[in-house]
T-cell receptor, first 114, second 114 residues
Framework: AQSVAQPEDQVNVAEGNPLTVKCTYS??????LFWYVQYPNRGLQFLLK??????LVKGSYGFEAEFNKSQTSFHLKKPSALVSDSALYFC????????????FGKGTSLLVTP | DAGVIQSPRHEVTEMGQEVTLRCKPI?????LFWYRQTMMRGLELLIY????????DSGMPEDRFSAKMPNASFSTLKIQPSEPRDSAVYFC????????????FGPGTRLTVL
């Protein structure tokens, strides 16, 4: 079985400050991990993914995420938040060899204040 | 590429009516996914297809829901009869043929059943 936990329903950060959105996962094998962002009344947009190799993954809009196997985490980060980063962020996992279905977390609402 | 296309964007119907949601995947993508998003349950995978063949429909809530993919460029999700608890945003996504490949989402159909 595979699952994802996003422990924070909401994250608040001031513009210009670093931001972190947390994600932990559970899989029986090796994971494929994804981050998506959803703006109001829009579909999910792909940000970045971890497949294998370098634990630090860089993605769109200045976001990055670090894969930590020992802590089974894949936290999303950005060095300097923008007000326009305010959105709903989803972490998702797929276990190698378990098919093509993605298991999504509940989502974390990020609010960046001016 | 135009991305994943869904229609209609909004649908309001009355309980008991038939509802048909439509999706055109990205050209060349072998996999097509239907998801449902609600506040209570988050993002749920309903069904996915590979090369027009349904692979996993274990997420389809009940027999009132059915999905088809008659060709590589078109899929439908039908609800008959519709109920108020079916109100949600329904997303279609598509991806290439590898498990590590990214799923790209359409803008969604917001369904309201009165």
């Amino acid at each position: 079985a595979q699952s994802v936990a996003q422990p924070e329903d909401q994250v608040n950060v001031a513009e210009g400050n670093p931001l972190t959105v947390k994600c932990t996962y559970s899989v029986s094998g090796n994971p494929y991990l994804f981050w998506y962002v959803q703006y109001p009344n829009r579909g999910l947009q792909f940000l970045l993914k971890y497949i294998t190799g370098d634990n630090l993954v860089k993605g769109s809009y200045g976001f990055e995420a670090e894969f930590n196997k020992s802590q089974t985490s894949f936290h999303l980060k950005k060095p300097s938040a923008l007000v326009s980063d305010s959105a709903l962020y989803f972490c998702a996992v797929r276990d190698h060899g378990s098919g093509y279905a993605l298991n999504f977390g509940k989502g974390t609402s990020l609010l960046v204040t001016p | 590429d135009a991305g994943v296309i869904q229609s209609p964007r909004h649908e309001v119907t009355e309980m008991g009516q038939e509802v048909t949601l439509r999706c055109k995947p990205i050209s060349g993508h072998d996999y097509l996914f239907w998801y449902r998003q609600t506040m209570m349950r988050g993002l749920e995978l309903l069904i996915y297809f590979n090369n027009n063949v349904p692979i996993d429909d274990s997420g389809m809530p009940e027999d009132r829901f059915s999905a088809k993919m008659p060709n590589a460029s078109f899929s439908t999700l039908k609800i008959q009869p519709s109920e108020p608890r079916d109100s949600a945003v329904y997303f279609c996504a598509s991806s290439l043929g590898l498990a590590a490949d990214t799923q790209y989402f359409g803008p969604g159909t917001r369904l309201t059943v009165l």
